[in-house]
């Protein structure tokens, strides 16, 4: 598990391991859905509070995220899947790129 490899977030892990050891199939679909729903959440929280400050941050979150979802779906071809490791980094750096010229 990638979370072992972090020491201060191995009680992470070994409580997740019990929820899944616990869970039933059903709740175990439902565990990612969570997980995505709680980073949305909180990723919307830190851009709204950005957004507000002006249409200049607003153009550079939203060049950031439409970034990162054409990175995302290209990585979905076979000889490009490391492309989903980097998708961030690259969806971060255009974003600095739009905001330095903007």
């Known amino acids: 598990m990638a979370l072992d490899r972090c020491h201060f977030l191995k009680p992470l892990s070994k409580v997740q391991e019990k929820a899944e050891k616990k869970s039933s199939s059903k709740t175990k679909t439902l565990i990612p859905i969570i997980a995505l729903a709680v980073m ?5 929280n830190f851009m709204s509070a950005e957004m507000l400050k ?5 153009l550079v979150a939203l060049v950031s995220m439409f970034s990162m979802m054409g990175i995302m ?10 492309l989903k490791e980097w998708s961030l980094g690259i969806a971060i750096v255009c974003g600095l790129m739009v905001g330095y010229f903007v």
């Open 54 to 58: 002006g249409v200049d941050y607003t």
């Open 73 to 82: 779906l290209i990585s979905n071809k076979p000889k490009l899947r490391f």
């Open 40 to 44: 949305l959440g909180a990723f919307a």
